[in-house]
């Protein structure tokens, strides 16, 4: 029904007026001092894993078994073959021509990420600090509890976290903790996670405030991270984004899982980058997460035609359907390969439409 | 006048302050046991325990604000003792419960009828993402927003009809007529302001069952939220306008003590006008705080957490207004009825906005495992402010104020 079909109908009953403007309030936001964060020439993605875990039926019966989603995760004995694991390698060329790689997450199951990295030469990059630092998007357990499988190949990498950690976060990073879960049928203590290898490097506790007061953390010329204070499923609080200026084209963010919203993402942008200019997305966006439907999905691609996004990469926690819906209504979803299909293992909603970016591929803004 | 000074200057405000503190008690308590995800039953998954709230709620309306049941009950002997009626009734509200979620909609309506009523008929459906937990969430979802109309019916009916047309009948008639008109009238706004949203749960979307969300271009979101919470506002009026203002200016439509479809006729327009300014201005307010929402946001950016969180704020207001009234005795008692209206008003909404302040605090997180924080998906305030009211609606209603008030004087 059109806004006007429907206050006609209103006015007959005599309270149109009260509805005027009742909707969506469109303002001016409010004069910021906008920062500039530089420009880069590109960023290529390497997708090295995206499959967190590969049965959603059983991931969702963990979680919904053990409390749903607000449970802490460290209760849940989450079923360890079906855990896999995020983790992307970024590979930064400046305005100078000059290659800077560095990751964002640390995956979940360490033989997954054993087998993953070592696919992908991440260990020998490690080692030899080809990769400069870390990022860690959130303390999720597929983001997070692998860390044992980056830190044993290079201890002490700069690690940029979200400040919002828990005490058993911080145990698994620093203090070589062996996580275990009681299985409440069982009443058995299952293994969950662990890292023998403590984190040695500079750590740099990421809050919305920013270094500087900015509200960013620059990491190079044309990359910042934000962190969102926002409360997360399974008791985890706080994500951090990555910002990139690609010269000539625009803004492009870089999630783990985008739980602010990935059109908040940009209207940040908008509001606090100079020359703000709306380009692309790569990450999982947290949209149907478990390939279930809701109203709100349709508000989204709404959302993201009307921000003019012009190339969508997405996977992890978007939803294949999402994608699907989302690509047949017109957004530049940027499609994968069938590449995935030489892991041994993929997801159980894999699709042929491949409007994911999924293991093996690559994109670059 | 003099009477209420003497109920004031009678009334223990301490004992009153202390009861609230065991209530506030028993909810935390009725939490860590049913809600709590880190503990027992971890029943809020959210929708599932919500519905069980939203209808164990309902219940104790639909017994004794539409069904009257203290009028069937009077010759019975365990009646007389309030102890026993009130353990007895807050037994048949759990039961109610039992049977309305189980019985008539996953079992009857969900089976026979509504397929999105029950988690069975929709995971035998198939197709995708019609797992076991998914389909009762969503069927959850479909049971909170029918409950929800029922609230905003059963209440308005309660202040704007009262017993009319039925006043010089029996009490039986009164309450088979009453449930009748107001499941006639639920059913209608259910099928208006929900089921298109519940129809969108699915994929694809089920579009011969229900329209695409109607408001969806007026508000900016197809969500059912922007419904709850214009119900939820409307709500609010009618229950302080019955609560805080003694059920004034609607009361100048009575006639011999009894409502009129003229009364009804205005308490209905004028508390949804009230609910749609209501509506209009705590989302104005929100975006002062959090900026304008916009299409395809999400947290604080979302029209729809916007709607509903209005309704939350409404939620907070009308649990103040429980408290004020039951444990405050309606403070205060004396003066002309606008300013007393006036000022208890004025005390609900910083009680609620105490209510606010506490739910979206640390303190949360001790009583409630919430993590910090707005709009976390999946969670609302309005199970816990349901639960607190059903708990004080169980106090008052099933044990008459026992052990507060311990006469009906």
New interface residues.
């Given amino acids: 029904?059109?806004?006007r079909t429907?206050l006609k109908s209103m006015a007959a009953?005599?309270?149109a007026a009260?509805?005027t403007?009742?909707?969506?309030?469109?303002?001016e936001?409010?004069a910021r001092k906008k920062h500039d964060i530089g420009e880069i020439k590109s960023v290529k993605i390497d997708v090295l894993t995206e499959t967190s875990w590969f049965d959603n039926?059983q991931f969702?019966?963990d979680i919904?078994d053990?409390?749903?989603?607000?449970?802490?995760q460290y209760?849940i004995p989450w079923k360890w073959d079906n855990a896999g694991g995020y983790s992307v390698l970024l590979t930064v060329t400046t305005l100078e021509g000059k290659e800077r790689k560095f990751m964002l997450d640390t995956g979940w199951n360490n033989e997954w990420m054993d087998y993953i990295y070592e696919k992908n030469n991440i260990p020998a990059m490690l080692k030899s600090e080809e990769v400069e630092f870390m990022v860690l998007s959130h303390w999720h357990l597929d983001h997070f509890w692998g860390i044992e499988s980056t830190l044993k190949h290079k201890p002490d990498i700069p690690f940029y976290v979200p400040k919002t950690y828990y005490p058993e976060d911080m145990a698994l990073l620093k203090d070589k903790a062996h996580h275990k879960a009681k299985d409440k049928n069982t009443g058995e203590m299952m293994h969950i996670c662990k890292n023998d290898v403590p984190h040695t490097g500079k750590l740099v506790l990421c809050d919305p405030k920013g270094e500087k007061g900015e509200g960013i953390y620059r990491l190079m010329d044309g990359v910042a991270i934000r962190n969102f204070?926002?409360?997360?499923?399974l008791?985890?609080?706080g994500e951090n984004v990555l910002y990139f200026n690609v010269k000539d084209k625009g803004i492009v963010t870089v999630t783990g899982c985008c739980?602010?919203?990935?059109?908040?993402l940009f209207?940040y942008a908008r509001?606090n980058f100079k020359g703000y200019k709306p380009y692309g997305c790569y990450g999982g966006l947290?949209i149907s997460l478990?390939?279930?439907?809701?109203?709100?999905f349709?508000?989204?691609?709404?959302?993201?035609k009307?921000?003019k996004i012009k190339r969508l990469g997405c996977n992890h926690c978007t939803g294949w359907?999402w994608a699907e819906k989302a690509a047949a209504e017109g957004v530049p979803v940027i499609k994968g390969t069938d590449k995935y299909k030489t892991y041994k293992k993929f997801s159980t909603v894999a699709k042929t439409s491949n409007v994911f970016l999924t293991n093996g591929d690559t994109v670059t803004f | 006048m003099n009477a209420n000074a003497d109920t004031e200057k009678n009334f223990n405000y301490f004992f009153g302050l202390l009861n609230l503190a065991a209530v506030f008690c028993i909810v935390w308590f009725l939490w860590y046991i049913f809600m709590n995800p880190n503990t027992v039953m971890k029943l809020y998954t959210p929708m599932y325990g919500f519905s069980l709230v939203v209808v164990f709620l309902s219940g104790i309306i639909l017994m004794t604000k539409v069904i009257d049941y203290s009028a069937f009950i009077e010759k019975l002997p365990a009646a007389e003792n309030i102890i026993w009626r009130g353990i007895i009734m807050t037994i048949v509200a759990f039961l109610l419960m039992l049977f309305l979620v189980y019985i008539v909609f996953w079992g009857f309506i969900g089976k026979f009828g509504i397929a999105y009523f029950s988690p069975d008929s929709i995971v035998a459906a198939g197709g995708i993402g019609a797992e076991p937990y998914a389909a009762r969430e969503n069927a959850s979802t479909a049971i909170v927003y029918f409950f929800t109309a029922f609230l905003w019916i059963s209440l308005f009916w309660s202040v704007g009809f009262g017993r009319w047309p039925w006043q010089k009948l029996s009490s039986g008639v009164i309450a088979w007529s009453r449930i009748f008109a107001i499941f006639f009238f639920v059913s209608i706004v259910y099928a208006v302001l929900f089921h298109p949203h519940v129809c969108y749960l699915f994929y694809p979307a089920q579009s011969k069952a229900g329209v695409d969300p109607w408001w969806g271009e007026l508000v900016g979101t197809g969500s059912a939220f922007f419904g709850l919470g214009l119900v939820l506002c409307t709500l609010f009026w009618i229950i302080i306008s019955d609560m805080l203002w003694e059920g004034y200016p609607w009361k100048w439509f009575e006639k011999d003590g009894e409502g009129t479809f003229v009364k009804a006729l205005v308490t209905f327009i004028a508390t949804f006008v009230l609910g749609m300014i209501m509506l209009f201005i705590l989302t104005k307010i929100m975006n002062v705080v959090w900026d304008e929402a916009f299409v395809g946001g999400q947290y604080t950016d979302g029209p729809d957490f916007r709607y509903i969180h209005a309704g939350e704020i409404a939620g907070f207001f009308i649990l103040a207004a429980f408290i004020l009234k039951n444990y405050f005795n309606n403070f205060p008692n004396t003066g002309p009825i606008w300013l007393r209206a006036l000022i208890r008003t004025i005390i609900a909404l910083v009680i609620g906005m105490l209510f606010y302040w506490f739910y979206y605090s640390p303190l949360a997180t001790f009583f409630l495992a919430k993590v910090v924080g707005f709009a976390q998906p999946g969670d609302t305030p309005l199970v816990w402010v349901l639960l607190f009211l059903s708990i004080i609606m169980v106090q008052w209603e099933f044990f008459e104020g026992w052990p507060l008030k311990k006469s009906k004087d």
Avoid: Q
């Avoid at chain 1, 403007?21 to 303002?27: E, P």
């Avoid at chain 1, 204070?229 to 499923?233: A, S």
């Avoid at chain 1, 739980?259 to 908040?264: D, Q, Y």
């Fill in positions: 029904m059109k806004r429907f009953t005599g309270v009260s509805m403007g009742a909707g969506v309030l469109t303002r936001a409010e039926d969702k019966k919904m053990y409390g749903g989603g607000m449970t802490n209760i204070d926002v409360p997360i499923l008791r985890v609080r739980h602010p919203g990935i059109l908040s209207s509001k947290h478990f390939e279930t439907w809701e109203p709100k349709d508000d989204i691609i709404k959302g993201v009307a921000f359907i």
